[in-house]
């Protein structure tokens, strides 16, 4: 297995040359995709488990994820959804009519986010960014020390549950936190390059109630080449 755990269908890839359009990069059809499938965990159940177990990993997969992307498709019965990615819904969700709207966005997010978080990690990660990302970040959080920092302290302010994402728009990162299973595209503030689950599901067994140990240990399993490929295809 590569260290890079991006599937062909997994990912759907801007296939033009779009090299200025990182300065306008807010359509869906940018960055990751997610399509309207339920799909494996692209490593097993216990590979992350220095710092995520097994049991975590398989509950948060097989039942939490699963929820979402059955109640999503539920939400969806009645619609036109053939050749959709979840890109597409999520950011026109206003489309929609207001009896499902909430509960698309609440289970079309989950499905987004979770799909996202599981191939933002690996069993070979990196310790840090490289290249454009690492010069950004530098550039933002003046170092990649400050930037985990200032990253694991906005998953501290989260009250309650939700996600802290670093997006891009505009050329420039940010990082900020949503609730629930909010993210970038919903909020149509940039494309998610990182983000991170803080909902207690994702850490309470481990963890229990000390989140700060979650973000710190979460850390050691990030694929950075992951973000780094969304940056690049966006360049
Ligand atoms: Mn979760």
Not at 114 to 125: I, V, Y
Not at 164 to 193: A, R, Y
Request: charged share 25%; proline share 4%.
């Amino acid at each position: 297995m590569s260290s890079f755990f991006v599937p062909n269908n997994y990912i759907k890839l801007s296939e033009n040359n779009i090299s200025n359009d990182i300065k306008n990069a807010l359509s869906p059809k940018n960055g990751f995709e997610v399509k309207l499938e339920f799909n494996d965990l692209p490593y097993g159940e216990n590979a992350l488990s220095v710092s995520i177990d097994e049991e975590t990993m398989t509950l948060h997969h097989d039942k939490h994820h699963k929820k979402y992307f059955d109640n999503l498709m539920d939400a969806l019965k009645d619609e036109n959804i053939s050749d959709l990615t979840i890109n597409d819904i999520l950011s026109n969700l206003e489309k929609y009519p207001k009896n499902i709207r909430e509960k698309i966005r609440n289970n079309g997010g989950g499905h987004f986010n979770h799909e996202f978080f599981w191939n933002l990690m690996s069993p070979k990660p990196q310790s840090k960014p490289k290249g454009e990302l690492l010069k950004l970040i530098e550039t933002e959080f003046k170092s990649f020390e400050n930037f985990k920092k200032e990253f694991v302290q906005t998953g501290l302010d989260r009250f309650g549950s939700g996600w802290v994402w670093l997006c891009i728009n505009n050329g420039k990162i940010k990082l900020s936190s949503m609730s629930n299973q909010d993210n970038p595209i919903i909020e149509k503030c940039g494309i998610p390059l990182v983000g991170c689950d803080v909902w207690e599901h994702a850490y309470y067994l481990k963890y229990k109630n000390d989140r700060e140990a979650y973000l710190n240990a979460w850390f050691e399993v990030v694929n950075w080449a992951f973000p780094e490929k969304i940056l690049k295809d966006l360049s």
